[in-house]
Structure formats: structure tokens, C-alpha cells
């Protein structure tokens, strides 16, 4: 049975890529064709979450810093992780981020194993980062767009796209939606509009703000969600959109319930998904929204485009286009039959597309074919 070591990220189940990588390996493990493991940079939700599934699971950082004083660090990470990796014999890394790839490729080459890395999201290789790329085995991308990238530094890219589990997201339930919507102090029968995801100013959170007062305007017994956290240091963020949903005079109508662990939950709140950001490399939640039945409104930022069709799934506007985002909800809200028939042709395509059992699928046949290439 081949073994494979993954290498996470981060510590804590809350990105997309961590997300990804739990239902990869839980997947992986209901087929029983693989022996598994797991680094972890620390202990966390990741760590507890492979040991109560019986995976191997070693704590070590796998950074690599490019500075000189870091040099010696550098290799002393190595070394130990090799000589912990030595027991467990794999015969394929899976590094889970793109920026793990310079030290799995190290690592890779001193166990003399297969090495595939994960890319997740958009970067910027640089120095020996870009002849490092072309030194793995196989690369794989959460997306075209994300590909496209990466082909600068190699030419052959695997396209593994995240899949969302449809058993989970149920599709449009009135009792799941409007228990959802009491545990928010929602009134059952409003139109809702939410967000999921970091709070950060590139996921767009204040052209939400913008984009919830207009809607408001026109659809005034509209409430709105903002679920998420900001990222460390940065807590401040929270404040200063409270502060200006008051000036909006909408804070009475906007819930900031922060980090939610089950996002099926929410998302089933919700009559429509507004997805903003400025860039995106996949867009994880927004197949969930879709699978639910939140109909998807979302920016032209990279993702959102390999997944939504223009007024058949969703609605697509412009980056920062708040009038055109503002009308396509408006009319959701206004015309119930154009919102049901989206959200069932939706939910059709996730469960054809971007189902959890092919993203699995789509990972095991990239993983066999680099072990098949190396045994040639």
C-alpha cells in the first residue's frame, strides 16, 4: 500500500487549503488504498482531527526562509522532519501550499520519494523558488487561473479543483433555513444576504458595506451577514465595519457572527451569497453557497469565473461594481421564480462539477500517476 506524507500550512481547519486537505485525506481514507501522515506546523484543529481518524500525525515547521541568518534554521527543520519522515517511509510528499514546495523538494530528495505540491492560492516565486518548482514531481492548482500561473515555472500543471460534500450542504431546506435564521435573531421570512470568508479588504468586506446600503434602498426589510474573523493583528478591522454599517444606518441589520465551523449552516440562512473580492484563486465557498442554495452574486476576480455562468448559476459583475451587484440582488428579491430557477441550476452544477467524491478522484489519479512515473 503506497504511503503518503502530507504537509500542511497551518495548524487550525479554517482556510480553504486546510479545509481541502482534511476532506482529501478523510476521503482518502475511506477507500483504504493509502497509508497516510500528516505534518503539522503546530498543534491545532488539524492535529486533533488526524489523530481521533488514527493518521500518523508529526509537529514540525516546514518554512523555508530565504534570509541568510536563517540558513542554519533552515536545514536544522529539515534534518529533523527527515529523520522523523525516515520512519514512516513514504513514497510521495504532498505539500499543501504553494510556498512549502522549496523545502518539500528538499525533503523529497533526501528521502528519495515522489514530491507533489498543492497550490492553493496565487504567489510570486522568486530566486531558486522558481528553479525549486520545476525540480517537483507533479504541481497541482486549485483552479485554471491559479495554473496558468504556476506554468511559468513549469510547464505541466495538474488542475485539482476543491469539492464540497452535497450529502452536507443540503440544498434548500425551510426547516434547516429557518432554524438557521432564529439562531442569528434573523426574521424568518427576510430577504438575507450574507458573506463568508476572512475579513480582509481584498475579500472586498467594505464594497459589501457599500453594496448593503444600496440594497437597502430598494429592499429595505433586506438583513445581512458578515461572518468571518481578520487575521492576526489586525482585529481592528471588526470596529471600523461596525462603525460604518452605523453611519449606513444598517447595523441593526447586519450580523458579524465571527468564525463559524460549520458553514452549511449559515450559508443555508441566507437567500443569496455576495461573493466581492478583488482577487480570488478558487473560491471554496462559493460552491457551498451554490450547493445550498444561495444564489451565487460574485466579481469578476479570478475564480468565481471557472465556476459561475453569468444569469444561469449566479451573477457575475466587475471588481468594485456595486451598482450592477446591488441590481442583480434587488431583482432576486423582486422576482422569486428568477431565483428559484437559479439556485436549482446551481445546485445541479456543483453536483457535476465540483462534487467532493471527484475532487478526491481527481487527487488519487494525480497521485498514482506520479508514483506509476517514478516506478517506469
Not at 36 to 48: I, M, Q, R, S, Y
Not at 159 to 184: M, T, W, Y
Not at 363 to 369: E, N, Y
Request: net charge positive.
Amino acid at each position: 500500500m503506497p504511503r503518503v506524507l502530507f504537509i500542511a500550512a497551518e495548524p487550525d481547519i479554517k482556510g480553504g487549503g486546510e479545509r481541502f486537505l482534511v476532506e482529501l485525506m478523510d476521503g482518502l481514507l475511506a477507500r483504504h488504498d493509502f497509508d497516510l501522515a500528516c505534518v503539522c506546523p503546530a498543534d491545532g484543529d488539524l492535529a486533533e482531527h488526524f489523530c481521533r481518524k488514527g493518521v500518523k500525525v508529526f509537529i514540525a515547521c516546514c518554512g523555508w526562509n530565504r534570509k541568510w541568518k536563517s540558513i542554519f534554521p533552515n536545514y536544522w527543520r529539515l534534518m529533523r522532519l527527515w529523520l522523523l519522515a525516515r520512519a514512516f517511509k513514504p513514497d510521495l510528499i504532498y505539500a499543501n501550499a504553494g510556498h512549502l514546495n522549496s523545502f518539500s523538494v528538499k525533503l523529497g530528495r533526501l528521502l528519495g520519494v515522489v514530491v507533489l505540491t498543492h497550490v492553493h492560492d496565487v504567489f510570486d516565486a522568486s530566486g531558486s523558488d522558481k528553479f525549486l518548482f520545476k525540480q517537483a514531481d507533479g504541481v497541482a492548482a486549485c483552479s485554471q487561473g491559479v495554473a496558468s500561473l504556476v506554468k511559468k515555472y513549469r510547464p505541466q500543471v495538474f488542475v485539482v479543483p476543491n469539492g464540497v460534500d452535497v450529502n452536507r450542504f443540503v440544498f434548500f431546506d425551510n426547516a434547516i433555513r429557518a432554524q438557521a435564521r432564529r439562531s442569528l435573531n434573523i426574521p424568518v421570512n427576510a430577504f438575507v444576504v450574507g458573506y463568508v470568508g476572512t475579513l480582509v479588504e481584498k475579500k472586498g468586506i467594505f464594497d459589501f458595506l457599500k453594496f448593503a446600503g444600496q440594497v437597502s434602498l430598494n429592499v429595505p426589510e433586506a438583513w445581512f451577514i458578515m461572518a468571518g474573523t481578520p487575521k492576526p493583528g489586525q482585529e481592528g478591522i471588526v470596529k471600523e465595519l461596525q462603525q460604518r454599517a452605523e453611519a449606513l444606518g444598517m447595523a441593526k441589520r447586519l450580523i458579524m457572527p465571527g468564525f463559524v465551523d460549520a458553514p452549511e449552516k449559515i450559508l443555508s440562512a441566507m437567500d443569496c451569497f455576495l461573493f466581492p473580492g478583488h482577487y480570488e484563486a478558487f473560491g471554496r465557498v462559493i460552491i457551498e453557497a451554490m450547493a445550498v442554495g444561495a444564489v451565487v452574486v460574485a466579481t469578476r476576480c479570478g475564480g468565481p469565473e471557472e465556476i459561475v455562468r453569468d444569469g444561469e448559476t449566479g451573477f457575475l459583475a466587475a471588481v468594485s461594481d456595486i451598482d450592477n451587484m446591488s441590481q442583480a440582488v434587488v431583482r432576486l428579491a423582486q422576482d422569486s421564480r428568477l431565483k428559484d430557477r437559479i439556485r436549482m441550476a446551481a445546485r445541479e452544477f456543483v453536483v457535476e462539477n465540483f462534487s467532493l467524491t471527484a475532487s478526491v478522484n481527481k487527487a488519487v489519479a494525480v497521485i498514482k500517476t506520479l508514483l506509476e512515473t517514478r516506478k517506469a
